[in-house]
T-cell receptor, first 115, second 117 residues
C-alpha cells in the first residue's frame, strides 16, 4: 500500500519569503509523485510531477520539488511567495502498476500568504 | 482544448434520494476516474473506468456506482443518499489507462459539489 504524509495542515509565509511544503511518502515500489494545487471552488491543477530521471523537477508558477529516495520525501518549494500562491496544496503518489494506478493523496496543506 | 467538464457544479438533495453526476473528459482521453473530497476524509478514490470497463474501485459502499459510455463520458450515481455523502466529487481524465508513460497524468475537472440535507 502507498501513503503520503503532509506535515503541517496550515503554513503561513510572508510575501517574498521562501515557501516550503513538506511531503513524505511510503511505497513498496518505485513511486510516481505529484503536487496539485486547489484554489477555492475549483478542481485540482497539476503543479509538477516526478516519474523517473532527474530528481529535481520544475513546475508551473515557479514551484519545484526534489525527489529524495533516501528520505522518502518530495518537498515543494518556491523561492519567493506571491499573494496568488494562497491555496491548498496536495501531494500524491501512485505507481506504474497496470490496472491499479489510483492516486493516493495527502491531507493537504493550506498556504496563506501574509502581505 | 476544452478541459474536463463536470455537471452539475452544485446540487442539493435530501436524505434517501439518489443523484447522478456527469463528467466529459478531455477529447481523446479514454480513462476517467472519480474522487470524493470531504473535510474529514480528504481526497479518496472512488473508481476508474477505461474503455467502458471499471478497472479499479475504492473502498466505498455499493450505493456508489458509475459507468462509462462509448464516447468516454462518464457518470457516477449515488443512491439512498446519506448526510455523509455531502462532498465535492471530482472527475479526472487521462489519455490512456496507464500512468507508466510518465506524461500521462490526470487532469481534473472543477467538481460537482453535493449537499445532502
Amino acid at each position: 500500500a502507498q501513503s503520503v504524509t503532509q506535515l503541517g495542515s496550515h503554513v503561513s509565509v510572508s510575501e517574498g519569503a521562501l515557501v516550503l511544503l513538506r511531503c513524505n511518502y511510503s511505497s513498496s515500489v518505485p513511486p510516481y509523485l505529484f503536487w496539485y494545487v486547489q484554489y477555492p471552488n475549483q478542481g485540482l491543477q497539476l503543479l509538477l510531477k516526478y516519474t523517473t530521471g532527474a530528481t529535481l523537477v520544475k513546475g508551473i508558477n515557479g514551484f519545484e520539488a526534489e525527489f529524495k529516495k533516501s528520505e522518502t520525501s518530495f518537498h515543494l518549494t518556491k523561492p519567493s511567495a506571491h499573494m496568488s500562491d494562497a491555496a491548498e496544496y496536495f501531494c500524491a503518489v501512485t505507481s506504474p502498476n497496470f490496472g491499479n494506478e489510483k492516486l493516493t493523496f495527502g491531507t493537504g496543506t493550506r498556504l496563506t500568504i501574509i502581505p | 482544448k476544452a478541459g474536463v467538464t463536470q455537471t452539475p457544479r452544485y446540487l442539493i438533495k435530501t436524505r434517501g434520494q439518489q443523484v447522478t453526476l456527469s463528467c466529459s473528459p478531455i477529447s481523446g482521453h479514454r480513462s476517467v476516474s472519480w474522487y470524493q473530497q470531504t473535510p474529514g476524509q480528504g481526497l479518496q478514490f472512488l473508481f476508474e473506468y477505461f474503455s467502458e470497463t471499471q478497472r479499479n474501485k475504492g473502498n466505498f459502499p455499493g450505493r456508489f456506482s458509475g459507468r462509462q459510455f462509448s464516447n468516454s463520458r462518464s457518470e457516477m450515481n449515488v443512491s439512498t443518499l446519506e448526510l455523509g455523502d455531502s462532498a465535492l466529487y471530482l472527475c479526472a481524465s487521462r489519455r490512456t489507462g496507464s500512468s507508466s508513460l510518465g506524461a500521462n497524468v490526470l487532469t481534473f475537472g472543477a467538481g460537482s459539489r453535493l449537499t445532502v440535507l
